[in-house]
């Protein structure tokens, strides 16, 4: 098994427990062991054994840089809206699971509707791996963020559903791969 890497924080960030979703502060000079650094959070284990989120947008204070997004069309249609947030998307992680939401099967359906000139409402409806998941508001907050911050984007609903429940089936073939299930 290889050895995961340490890093002093350099600044106080802020954190999210995992997989509770409680929000707190690691404070500059405590030593984390990085996770996993997937889509624009990474998550660490802590010095006192916890596991918790980084927000890509603190990157800074473990020495790293946050990973932009090279996949995305700078027009505002509604066709070019929807292939914008399917992208963004998939920089969404469970910070527990190395595979993006998409690839999951989280996302059950992306629908956008024009809005006003050049402006499109978006629509999410989604789902989460357990019913009960500490981190779903966290996970959806996530969608909304990176789908608001698109060009062309008028309004954002993401939606969780619980039916149908997810299963493995849902995911794809990539998924299933980067997990071994397949």
Do not use: F
């Amino acid at each position: 098994m290889a050895e995961r890497e340490s890093y002093t924080l350099t600044r106080d960030v802020n954190m999210i427990t995992i997989p509770d979703g409680m929000v707190g502060i690691l404070k500059k000079g405590e030593t984390v062991t990085l996770y996993q650094a997937l889509g624009n959070n990474y998550t660490v284990v802590t010095e006192q054994g916890y596991m918790v989120r980084i927000a890509g947008a603190d990157a800074d204070a473990l020495g790293m840089e946050p990973h932009p997004s090279d996949a995305l069309v700078s027009e505002t249609t509604s066709e070019a809206v929807e292939q914008n947030c399917w992208e963004v998307m998939k920089t969404v992680y469970d910070p527990e699971i190395p595979v993006n939401i998409v690839d999951l099967g989280l996302v059950y359906s992306c629908e956008v509707t024009p809005a006003a000139e050049g402006l499109n409402d978006v629509h999410v409806r989604m789902t989460l791996t357990a019913p009960g998941c500490g981190m779903g508001p966290v996970i959806q907050s996530d969608v909304e963020k990176c789908i608001r911050a698109l060009p062309g984007v008028a309004h954002v609903n993401v939606e969780v559903v619980l039916d149908p429940p997810w299963s493995r089936d849902m995911m794809s073939e990539v998924a299933q791969l980067q997990l071994g299930l397949l």
